[in-house]
């Protein structure tokens, strides 16, 4: 029986070694795929298990309205008011971009001054033509709570409401909370579930403002978070 | 080695003793097991995401879905028709009558649209075949119907 020489049978270890680390690469890329999970929410979970949670763990996305340059306006009448943003008078639209899936959208303030209501858009793709969802605070769907899912630019019927008719719609500043958790959205108000609705349609994407007809609202201080 | 330590003649009476194998055989054997291994998982892995594609439900076939559009009144109406979580959206005619081609078997969802408003609907479509989903009605969506 003829022997391999060491060298052969050296460098035929280095393949099997190279083929190993390439099929566990390739195992790891395959699972964060399937199971949803970024590279930074694996960096953030050990982190925080080692150690405090680093700060860039906190928040996927914090936003002061200082100025409006992360922000993809599609249309509307936004704009910066004593620090804050306010938008209405007609149809606005406007988006940051996020590829994640699973986040709470937090908002220190939202005060509709006047009108029907405003939208938070969540997992949000193709802004033009907007695919996704919004949480709608919305006295003028007979003074409801809805969820909303949108398809090419389109609202579709609400696929979640709650109606709330003695509800003080108006002039009073509120936290708005939207949990967005695999197929079930929570809304909070001031801390209160005020309204629950699932969806499969959409997987991931960014999030979003709404004002329409005659609305006048202003926001201020909002997070994007990983969830609890 | 010292001498003294050195094996006798008399141990090679019967002649050499088979030499132990080498050490690299059973340490290779190991590494083609866990490439195996992880080569199943990878390609359990791949089949996972492809199922979970869109490329994954043309293998069951395709089928053709008709209609017709109307507004609350019962008229034709020209209106968007998306297939939800495709790329495949048409047009309806004049006369509100739309045909999709190519839409997956199984359970779909078919949007109709209208100046920014829609209306979700579901249907079976059958590998091959033609499916007529009838009169798609198109209500408002920003009050609620109904009530």
């Given at each position: 029986m003829a022997r391999r020489s060491p060298s052969i049978v050296y460098a035929q270890a280095h393949i099997e070694y190279v083929l190993i680390l390439a099929l566990m690469g390739g195992i790891v890329a395959l699972s964060l795929a399937t199971t949803g999970t970024s590279v930074r929410d694996i960096y953030c979970t050990v982190a925080g298990t080692l150690a405090d949670q680093p700060a860039s763990c906190m928040h996927y996305f914090v936003e002061d309205f200082s100025g409006l340059d992360a922000w993809t306006i599609v249309n509307g009448n936004w704009r910066i008011e004593n620090g804050q943003l306010c938008g209405g008078g007609r149809e606005g639209r406007m988006f940051i971009p996020l590829s994640y899936s699973n986040y709470a959208i937090r908002i220190r303030v939202a005060l509709l001054q006047q009108g029907n209501g405003y939208g938070v858009y969540f997992r949000a793709t193709n802004f033009d033509r907007v695919d996704g969802y919004t949480f709608q605070f919305d006295p003028?769907?007979?003074?409801s709570f809805i969820f909303r899912k949108w398809v090419r630019g389109n609202e579709l019927s609400p696929f979640a409401v709650a109606r709330a008719?003695?509800?003080?719609?108006?002039g009073t500043s509120y936290q708005i909370a939207v949990l967005v958790n695999g197929n079930t959205f929570t809304a909070y108000v001031d801390g209160n579930q005020v309204l629950t609705g699932r969806d499969d349609t959409y997987t991931h994407g960014g999030v979003g403002f709404r004002t329409w007809d005659a609305s006048q609202v202003c926001f201020d201080d909002l997070s994007i978070d990983p969830l609890p | 080695m010292p001498y003294e330590k050195s094996p006798s003649l008399e141990a090679y009476a019967e002649g050499l003793p088979p030499s132990p194998p080498p050490e690299s055989s059973t340490r290779h054997r190991w590494l083609w097991v866990v490439i195996l291994v992880l080569a199943a998982a990878f390609v359990g892995l791949v089949l996972i995401n492809f199922m979970r594609s869109s490329s994954a439900e043309l293998l069951v076939g395709t089928g053709t879905v008709t209609g017709r559009v109307v507004d609350e009144k019962n008229r034709p109406l020209e209106a968007d028709i998306f297939v939800l979580r495709t790329s495949i959206e048409a047009r309806s005619s004049e006369d509100g009558s739309f045909e999709l081609q190519g839409v997956p078997a199984g359970q779909q969802a078919i949007v109709v649209a209208h100046q920014g408003a829609g209306r979700e609907f579901s249907v079976v479509v059958v590998a091959g075949s033609r499916v007529d989903m009838g009169l798609l009605q198109l209500t408002a969506t920003a009050v609620p119907q109904g009530e």
């Open positions: 003028g769907y007979a003074s008719p003695g509800f003080n719609w108006w | -």
